[in-house]
């Protein structure tokens, strides 16, 4: 018994401080959404934090999503050749990256890149207390600090989609295209022929439910940020873990509900 105590001790304070750090985070998305819709609205700040989301990431985005494209056809095209369905490669390419591929690979890149950037940065200005300095010179830092970058990664992350499943799809046309010489708006027909509302309202769910939790996670560990220069690195850390561990469980929560309303 006398052994076996501690380590009940510890169990139990392990699951209380998660259970802390829940009801935290709680409490931190609530205060997002009531100074969300509060004035002043940083409107300077929140497209200068658009432009950081967006435009610095284009590079990225760019690269990862011709890639994808290019593979993703190099790998489907022979199992359709086997049961001669080549024709339906620009059907099941656009399917692939509008359905999954296209949210899926933008979150995870700005999850990486971005989530990390917002961890960093808020932690740094939490340990060297700029942030308390923020406070005392009457400025608002949740505000300033908290709601313009979730709301640049809510809205900047469905863009960055978009822009995503059309590089991937014109990375699979250069494929088809060397391949069997098809012209671009016969590629393009082919393909956005099976693709339904239901699938582009389901993607541009994912990628705002997506840049939100980029957001809000980050924002959370930076501005939550503790242990000095050290807290700086593990703020960044953990906002792209949990931030890629949240992006999985959405993806199939939402793939499930979308299952659903297809269903029915």
């Known amino acids: 018994m006398n052994q076996s105590a501690p380590k009940q001790f510890l169990f139990s304070k392990k699951t209380d401080a998660t259970f802390i750090g829940i009801y935290d985070a709680y409490k931190f998305i609530v205060r997002f959404f009531k100074e969300a819709f509060q004035s002043p609205f940083e409107f300077r700040e929140i497209i200068k934090q658009c432009y950081e989301v967006g435009y610095r990431s284009l590079a990225l985005i ?22 001669g369905a080549a024709s339906w490669l620009p059907s099941l390419i656009a399917i692939a990256l509008i359905r999954t591929l296209a949210p899926l690979v933008t979150a995870l890149i700005a999850a990486g890149k971005v989530g990390s ?23 608002n830092p949740f505000k300033y600090l908290v709601v313009t970058r979730v709301i640049a990664t809510t809205l900047m992350i469905p863009v960055l989609m978009c822009y995503c499943a059309f590089v991937g799809l014109m990375g699979s046309y250069l494929n088809v295209y060397t391949h ?25 769910t994912k990628s705002i ?56």
Do not use: H
């Open 180 to 204: 069997e010489a098809t012209s671009f708006i016969t590629f393009f027909q082919n393909a956005f022929s099976t693709i339904t509302f239901l699938d582009i309202v389901s993607s541009t």
């Open 209 to 264: 439910v997506f840049g939100f939790t980029i957001g809000i996670v980050g924002c959370y560990k930076g501005f939550n940020a503790t242990q000095g220069t050290k807290g700086v690195g593990i703020a960044a850390n953990a906002s792209v873990v949990l931030s890629m561990f949240l992006i999985f469980t959405e993806e199939i929560l939402i793939v499930q509900i979308t299952n659903w309303i297809r269903f029915f």
């Open 62 to 83: 760019t690269l990862t999503g011709f890639v994808t494209g290019i593979v993703f056809t190099k790998q489907s095209r022979p199992s359709l050749l086997e049961f």
């Open 117 to 139: 950037n917002i961890g960093a940065e808020l932690g740094s200005m939490k340990v060297t207390e700029q942030i308390d300095a923020m406070e005392v010179s009457a400025i």
